[in-house]
């Protein structure tokens, strides 16, 4: 069974902490990408990937890096966390670039 | 960029019946158009797409729609069952783009 694996299921922050979300897939994906999920507001794209020490950015960018040094893996880095940070995190991965994901469990993070 | 307007927000069907959700795009140069069924807590899922060469797909009770022409795609579900109830995104993609463009979701509860 093809997998996304997030690393942490739940964080808690401090603000201005740096925060690292990791992302690894085993399915030999081309493609990685990071969005944020807050209730009403739907599946919003932070960054994403198409190659390795590739990176695009998404719709919200500010205030996120990421990562991407393997093929397998890619992190999401907020530089100086924010209480507005505060969401639910989705990786997901695609073999092409006009492809269905797969995402990963999710990783609820708390800023406080 | 691409838009893509999904609709209705929130469905509420009596289990047996039909369910339909519509989604718009924007992008003429769109050409691929999943669909993602999330659960409660639970990761989106791939359950159904379409690539813009065929006007329709059926996968046992739940089938994808496509109208170029007029630019929407809509998810048809029969005899709902209440493990149905769950949230659907749409999507579409352009080659170009090298992402998937999200509609804001539909929020869909199968009463038994």
């Known amino acids: 069974d093809v997998k996304v694996t997030q690393s942490s299921r739940y964080l808690v922050k401090r603000t201005g902490e740096k925060v690292f979300l990791e992302c690894v897939q085993d399915?030999?994906?081309?493609?990685m990408f990071w969005y944020r999920q807050d209730p009403g507001l739907g599946l919003r794209l932070i960054y994403f990937?198409?190659?390795?020490?590739?990176?695009e950015k998404g719709d919200i960018p500010e205030g996120y890096s990421v990562s991407r040094e393997k093929k397998e893996r890619f992190s999401l880095i907020l530089e100086s966390a924010s209480t507005n940070q505060t969401s639910m995190y989705l990786c997901?991965?695609?073999?092409?670039?006009?492809?269905?994901?797969?995402f990963g469990s999710g990783t609820r993070l708390t800023v406080v | 960029g691409e838009n893509v307007e999904q609709h209705p927000s929130t469905l509420s069907v009596q289990e047996g019946d039909s369910a339909v959700i519509k989604c718009t795009y924007s992008d003429s140069a769109s050409n691929y158009f999943p669909w993602y069924k999330q659960e409660l807590g639970k990761r989106p899922q791939l359950i159904i797409d379409i690539r813009s060469n065929v006007g329709e797909k059926k996968d046992q009770r739940i089938a994808v729609t496509l109208n170029k022409t007029a630019k929407h795609f809509s998810l048809h579900i029969t005899e709902t069952q209440p493990e149905d109830s769950a949230v659907y995104f749409c999507a579409a993609s352009t080659p170009n783009a090298g992402k998937s463009t999200f509609g804001d979701g539909t929020t869909l509860t199968v009463k038994p």
């Open positions: 399915m030999d994906h081309e493609n």
């Open positions: 990937s198409y190659d390795v020490k590739m990176k």
């Open positions: 997901a991965s695609s073999r092409d670039r006009v492809d269905g994901y797969t």
